[in-house]
């Protein structure tokens, strides 16, 4: 586990939202015991080491989850997490540039890359595991999801 950084704020983690056409990729969570929303959608991302900016926390995230180096990160939003102790989370997003099924999943259950009309639906489902699961049931995620398409129409 990562030491998150303590300061004034509520410690922080990123998050970060590959995105192909018009679909983000989301990673189906792991059933761990103390960690937050066991086997449910959600993106990909985790805590910032202490001395690591946000952004550096990102790319280091992503290439811990699912082995990919994007070429550019943008940032899209920073929301506090009332559910969850003030959480500061930074939220990016960045192209994906390979299929799927090369991605090298290394946490998580599952990946796939949904729609914004699905991650509505707030169930979905795993090709791996062969049945639906539900979504982050939190504002937050649903308001980093918007901004995100918020972005890429621009």
């Known amino acids: ?27 189906l969570r792991d059933f761990k015991e103390g960690i937050a929303f066991p086997g449910h959608w959600g993106f990909l991302g985790g805590s910032i080491n202490e001395g690591e900016t946000p952004e550096d926390a990102s790319e280091r995230e992503l290439f811990e989850e699912i082995g990919y180096k994007p070429e550019v990160m943008y940032k899209v939003g920073l929301d506090i997490i009332p559910d969850l102790k003030n959480l500061h989370s930074h939220a990016f997003c ?16 599952d990946v796939g890359l949904f729609s914004l009309e699905e991650v509505m639906t707030k169930e979905l489902y795993s090709r791996k595991m062969g049945r639906r699961f539900p979504v982050i049931k939190i504002p937050a995620f649903y308001n980093t999801i918007r901004n995100l398409y918020e972005h890429l129409k621009r």
Do not use: H
């Not at 950084?5 to 990123?14: E, K, Q």
């Open 1 to 27: 586990m990562t030491k998150t950084i303590n300061n004034s704020r509520a410690n922080g983690v990123v998050v970060v939202l590959p995105y192909a056409y018009d679909k983000v990729l989301l990673q």
């Open 94 to 109: 960045c192209p994906l540039t390979i299929p799927v099924e090369e991605i090298k999943l290394r946490e998580g259950l």
